[in-house]
């Protein structure tokens, strides 16, 4: 309650500056709209259905794109932390294509699938898989040699010692790569829905972009308010649990 509190107070806080600045006019209303105006859109659009109807093609569209890179992303890793060939050759591509901005995959998606569903999720796949792979690997590759001779020496052999030694232990690495890979994932469906035009199913990256076109800094705000709480949500609600189980598993939870 006390850490929900202190939260609280600073965003409260933050709300007061930014009415307060409005009030004073240090800036345009049209640059930097009122705390109101913003609060004013997200209403109406919630009551109208537009504001949830987006929200759900955008999740859609990033749970899917997510899912499949992961599930390329995992075995992918572990093949390159296996085989020193692959983790020479597909290794550093996938180390070289992870530093690679999200929106340089959006004209070769429009090339290869023309402004379709298919263009959005082949971008958020291309944001998540990259570094899923390399936290696969490094987390196999950082796995204490201990504890692969210690399964052999009790008569542990390949697959029982990958499902139950080499994977729990390299489960942090993993985890964090699939957090990063989230950020990513976000990122990527942004891009490619600010810069594809889908005549069905608008989501959340069309209205900021429609936002910007009309000049309405309101939705365009409103619309950034519903992206950074998303991510806060799937942080707490997702990835947050499992953070905490896994200190606790390895008994390295602060007391």
């Avoid at 209303?29 to 955008?58: I, K």
């Amino acid at each position: 309650m006390k850490r929900f509190l202190t939260a609280f107070g600073f965003f409260a806080l933050l709300v007061a500056a930014w009415h307060w600045a409005c009030v004073q006019k240090f800036w345009s209303p049209v640059l930097v709209p009122s705390p109101e105006s913003v609060g004013r859109y997200l209403w109406e659009s919630a009551l109208d259905g537009s504001l949830a109807e987006a929200t759900l093609v955008t999740m859609k569209r990033l749970l899917a794109g997510y899912f499949i890179g992961i599930v390329i992303g995992l075995p992918v890793g572990l093949l390159t932390a296996r085989f020193r060939f692959l983790r020479d050759t597909l290794g550093m591509l996938a180390l070289g294509l992870q530093g690679l901005p999200s929106v340089c995959w959006v004209p070769l998606a429009l090339l290869w699938f023309g402004q379709t569903e298919a263009a959005m999720l082949f971008v958020v796949v291309m944001g998540t898989v990259w570094s899923v792979v390399l936290a696969t690997q490094t987390g196999v590759r950082n796995v204490n040699p201990i504890y692969v001779r210690a399964a052999r020496t009790m008569g542990s052999r390949w697959l029982h010692i990958w499902i139950r030694v080499i994977m729990p232990a390299a489960l942090p690495f993993i985890v964090s790569g699939m957090k990063q890979g989230w950020a990513f994932a976000w990122r990527s469906l942004m891009a490619a829905e600010i810069f594809v035009t889908i005549l069905t199913g608008f989501g959340l990256g069309h209205l900021l972009h429609y936002g910007r076109e009309l000049h309405a800094m309101e939705q365009v705000i409103g619309i950034m308010f519903i992206l950074v709480l998303l991510g806060l949500l799937a942080d707490k609600l997702l990835f947050s649990p499992w953070e905490r189980w896994l200190h606790h598993r390895w008994g390295t939870d602060k007391a």
